[in-house]
T-cell receptor, first 112, second 114 residues
Framework: DADVTQTPRNRITKTGKRIMLECSQT?????MYWYRQDPGLGLQLIYY???????NKGEISDGYSVSRQAQAKFSLSLESAIPNQTALYFC???????????FGPGTRLTVL | AQSVTQLGSHVSVSEGALVLLRCNYS??????LFWYVQYPNQGLQLLLK??????LVKGINGFEAEFKKSETSFHLTKPSAHMSDAAEYFC????????????FGSGTRLQVQP
């Protein structure tokens, strides 16, 4: 079984719709992250959480919100999706010791 | 703030040739540096990392990288490319903020020609 899972893997939605992307991990890590990947831009950090009560904005948090429901679960929401939020979204985890991040398989989101 | 620059968004080599992917970083504190690989339709997988100690770091699949503080570089190399090495490669630096999140470069797509 994968250590970091993301659902859904693919999603097509329309402008203005609310969308939630979910991430679960079985690695027992405290730290979780949401990134967005666009061609030629690498990965940009949206939000990160160092524990259930510690949530922080990343570089590109506008238009996004998150919820850390438990140590193992970290959800990303788009309250009102817009076409320029079409991208590949990755969840990642890390432990406190070495900062190596472990990535989920990604969610490909298309906003029409 | 920290940053990463990867020179060359696309690199093409012949099978059996040397692979060299360039990465330069900036950080106001001693950096932790990482190379990740992304195969098509997959997430990122760690190739290797530098934290402290030996500056030449060996990773999986025959890749290695050398941390050169004077040049602020962490270039990735492999002596002999294989077709299976075709993928996108990302260099990342651990941040120099109190939160120490990673900052990624924009990626280099490696093509391997037969």
């Amino acid at each position: 079984d994968a250590d970091v899972t993301q659902t859904p893997r693919n999603r097509i939605t329309k402008t203005g719709k609310r969308i939630m992307l979910e991430c679960s991990q079985t690695k027992g890590h405290d730290r979780m992250y949401w990134y967005r990947q666009d061609p030629g831009l690498g990965l940009q950090l949206i939000y990160y959480s160092f524990d259930v009560k510690d949530i922080n904005k990343g570089e590109i948090s506008d238009g996004y919100s998150v919820s850390r429901q438990a140590q193992a679960k970290f959800s990303l929401s788009l309250e009102s999706a817009i076409p320029n939020q079409t991208a590949l979204y990755f969840c990642a985890t890390s432990d406190l010791l070495n900062n190596e991040q472990f990535f989920g398989p990604g969610t490909r989101l298309t906003v029409l | 703030a920290q940053s990463v620059t990867q020179l060359g968004s696309h690199v093409s080599v012949s099978e059996g040739a040397l692979v060299l992917l360039r990465c330069n970083y900036s950080s106001s504190v001693p950096p932790y540096l990482f190379w990740y690989v992304q195969y098509p339709n997959q997430g990122l997988q760690l190739l290797l990392k530098y934290t402290t100690g030996a500056t030449l770091v060996k990773g999986i699949n025959g890749f290695e990288a050398e941390f050169k503080k004077s040049e602020t570089s962490f270039h990735l190399t492999k002596p002999s490319a294989h077709m299976s090495d075709a993928a996108e490669y990302f260099c990342a630096v651990r941040g120099d903020t109190g939160r120490r999140a990673l900052t990624f470069g924009s990626g280099t797509r490696l093509q391997v020609q037969p």
